[in-house]
C-alpha cells in the first residue's frame, strides 16, 4: 500500500496520522489550533506541513494540494453524551463536525475518516446530528458506516471505546471491511508500564506491576477551560486506585529508590503516572515527544487517538482504495 495520501483536521498529538502513516499514508497537511499541539508534530515529524489554524476558519481555497486526496481524517473534540448534550461547548463540537463534512464538499476526498465518541454511532440524543450526516454524505455520493472499536483490541493497554464513521465513495464502498481485532489478549497496565516504573530505580516495580494486570480505563484529557491534569473522573479514580495507582495528579518523574507503596494508606503511599507513561497506555511509540508545560502534554495524550486504532482503519481504508472492480449501487449503512 504505498501513495496514498491524508489530511487530518483537528491532528492534535498526531496520535491519528501516526497510525495512518504506519498504514502507509502520507500527511499532505495537519490542522490544529492548539500551539503545543503543533509543536509536537513539527518536533517529531518536521517534514509534514502543520498549520496552526482552527477549522472553522480554514479556506481550503488557499491549500489546493489537498484537493481530491485519498482521506481526509479527523479526530474531532468529543461531543459530550446525553447528560449535557444541551451545553455551549457541545454544541462548538458539532460545529466542527459540521465543518469537516463541508470540507468534504471542497476537498472531495475518496475517503472520510471521523473518530468521536462512541454514542455518536446510535445514541438517540445524537439522532439528528446522524441525519444531517446522512444528508450531506448521500449529496456528495458516499457510502458509510457507523461502528465501534475499543483500543484495547489492537493492543493498547487501555479500554478506550471510539465511535468511527468511514465513509467511501460508492465505487470503493464494498471493498471496505472495519478492522478485526489484532490481539487475543490485552496488554495490561503491569505489562505496558512495567520496565518504565523501574528506570527511577524503584526496587518495587516488579510488584506493583505483577498485581497491575487489567487495561487501564479511558484516559481523559479534560477540558482546556478547568483544572489541571488527572487521569479522569471519579469511576476513573477508583479503577486506578485499586492497581495502587494515584488517579488525582500526574507525577514529573517516575519513583525513585527511596518511594514506598503502600497504597493502603491512601493517595500518598501510591504511585503516581507520568505523562509519558500516560503516551505509553495510549499506544505512543516511547520516542514520540510532546511540547509544551506538563499539562498541556497530559491534555494532548488525553484527547488523542491511539496510533495502533489509526493503523488498523488506515490499512482497512486502504484496502478498499487499492482493491479493483468498482462496486454497482448506492444504499447508506447507518
Request: glycine share 10%; proline share 7%; hydrophobic share 40%.
Amino acid at each position: 500500500m504505498s501513495g496514498l495520501r491524508c489530511v487530518d483536521v483537528c491532528a492534535g498529538a498526531g496520535g491519528l496520522s501516526l497510525g495512518l502513516e504506519a498504514a502507509g499514508f502520507e500527511p499532505v497537511l495537519l490542522l490544529d489550533n492548539k500551539p503545543a499541539a503543533c509543536g509536537t508534530l513539527r518536533t517529531n515529524r518536521p517534514a509534514w506541513h502543520v498549520l496552526e489554524a482552527d477549522l472553522l476558519d480554514f479556506s481550503p481555497s488557499r491549500h489546493r494540494d489537498i484537493y481530491d486526496v485519498d482521506l481526509l481524517a479527523a479526530g474531532l473534540p468529543r461531543v459530550k453524551s446525553a447528560a449535557t448534550v444541551a451545553r455551549t461547548d457541545t454544541e462548538a463540537e458539532l460545529r466542527l463536525l459540521e465543518a469537516t463534512l463541508y470540507l468534504a464538499h471542497a476537498v472531495r476526498p475518496r475517503a472520510l475518516l471521523i473518530e468521536n465518541v462512541p454514542e455518536l454511532v446510535d445514541a438517540a440524543d445524537f439522532e439528528s446530528v446522524r441525519d444531517f450526516v446522512r444528508r450531506e454524505l448521500e449529496h456528495l455520493g458516499y457510502r458509510f458506516r457507523w461502528f465501534v472499536l475499543n483500543a484495547a483490541d489492537f493492543g493498547v493497554p487501555q479500554v478506550r471505546r471510539q465511535g468511527l464513521l468511514v465513509a467511501l465513495r460508492k465505487e470503493y464502498f464494498e471493498e471496505f471491511r472495519p478492522p478485526e481485532p489484532t490481539v487475543h489478549e490485552h496488554l495490561s497496565v503491569g505489562r505496558a508500564l512495567g520496565r518504565s516504573m523501574a528506570t527511577g530505580g524503584w526496587p518495587e516495580a516488579d510488584r506493583w506491576a505483577a498485581q497491575a494486570g487489567s487495561v487501564a480505563p479511558t484516559l481523559v484529557g479534560g477540558s482546556d477551560r478547568r483544572g489541571g491534569a488527572d487521569l479522569g473522573p471519579t469511576g476513573t479514580k477508583k479503577a486506578w486506585a485499586r492497581m495502587g495507582v494515584d488517579g488525582g495528579t500526574v507525577a514529573d518523574s517516575v519513583p525513585g529508590p527511596d518511594f514506598r507503596w503502600v497504597p493502603e494508606a491512601g493517595r500518598h503511599g501510591m504511585v503516581r503516572l507520568t505523562t509519558e507513561q500516560a503516551a505509553l497506555l495510549q499506544g505512543f511509540p516511547s520516542d514520540w515527544t510532546f511540547t509544551g508545560r506538563k499539562t498541556a502534554r497530559y491534555r494532548q495524550i488525553g484527547h488523542a487517538s491511539p496510533p495502533p486504532v489509526g493503523e488498523a482503519l488506515g490499512a482497512a481504508i486502504g484496502a478498499a482504495l487499492n482493491a479493483s472492480g468498482p462496486a454497482d449501487g448506492y444504499t447508506s449503512t447507518p
